[in-house]
């Protein structure tokens, strides 16, 4: 069965730190992944995808991906954090079989101001 | 991307009672899921809600527990069935509505509390 990791399950950041967080999948073929974000009190929405081609993705609200194929990796990074970037971030993929998503365990973000 | 609302958004339900909560669509899609997110965990794969048939469920979950419809292409129903408190959670519906059908879109969830 494919499993998604997130290894940081919590992280603090000052604002203006860069941010960088784990995803590591199992899935050894072909896999869409993603990366959601959930704000306090809202639901979740997608930041950014990738399905094929460049490795490099770029998201909303500055925030960018880069695909490892050797590494099963897709971290999620940011330059400059800032407060309004406190959520919790969520990792998935799919294997194209059926659209349904496997989610990692969830990174929740806390920037101090 | 769909506009996706759930109802009701919240309830406090007493153990052994049911809840149905819908999930309505602002345009067609194909495929509509349910996840559930336990507190402080990520989210699980409920099942599958197919239009026109029985939904597939994910290991764990069964048609008896958590009974689901799917009358139309932009609406669904997850029935939690004989409820206890290791069912509180917050229900989500997703959907996917891009051709490639890899974009999943979800609902604001709603959140359970059984006592």
């Known amino acids: 069965a494919q499993s998604v990791s997130q290894h940081n399950h919590h992280v603090i950041l000052s604002e203006a730190a860069s941010l960088e967080l784990g995803c590591n999948y199992s899935y050894g073929g072909t896999v869409n992944l993603f990366w959601y974000v959930q704000y306090p009190g809202q639901h979740l929405q997608l930041l950014l995808k990738y399905f094929s081609g460049d490795p490099l993705v770029k998201g909303i609200k500055g925030f960018e991906a880069e695909f490892i194929k050797s590494k099963f990796s897709f971290n999620l990074r940011k330059p400059s954090v800032q407060w309004s970037d406190t959520a919790e971030y969520f990792c998935?993929?799919?294997?194209?079989?059926?659209?349904?998503?496997?989610f990692g365990g969830g990174t929740r973000l806390m920037v101090k101001p | 991307s769909a506009v996706i609302s759930q109802k009701p958004s919240r309830d406090i339900c007493q153990r052994g009672t049911s809840l149905t909560i819908q999930c309505q669509v602002d345009?067609?899609?194909?495929?509509m899921f349910w996840y559930r997110q336990q507190p402080g965990q990520s989210l699980t794969l409920i099942a599958t809600?197919?239009?026109?048939?029985?939904?597939?469920?994910e290991s764990g979950f069964v048609i008896d527990k958590f009974p689901i419809s799917r009358p139309n292409l932009t609406f669904s129903t997850l029935t939690v069935s004989n409820m206890s408190p290791e069912d509180s959670s917050i229900y989500l519906c997703?959907?996917?509505?891009?051709?490639?059908?890899?974009?999943?879109?979800f609902g604001p969830g709603t959140r359970l509390t059984v006592t």
């Open positions: 998935a993929e799919n294997n194209n079989a059926g659209n349904m998503l496997t």
């Open positions: 345009s067609q899609v194909t495929m």
């Open positions: 997703s959907v996917v509505t891009s051709d490639r059908g890899y974009e999943q879109y």
């Open positions: 809600a197919n239009q026109g048939s029985e939904a597939t469920y």
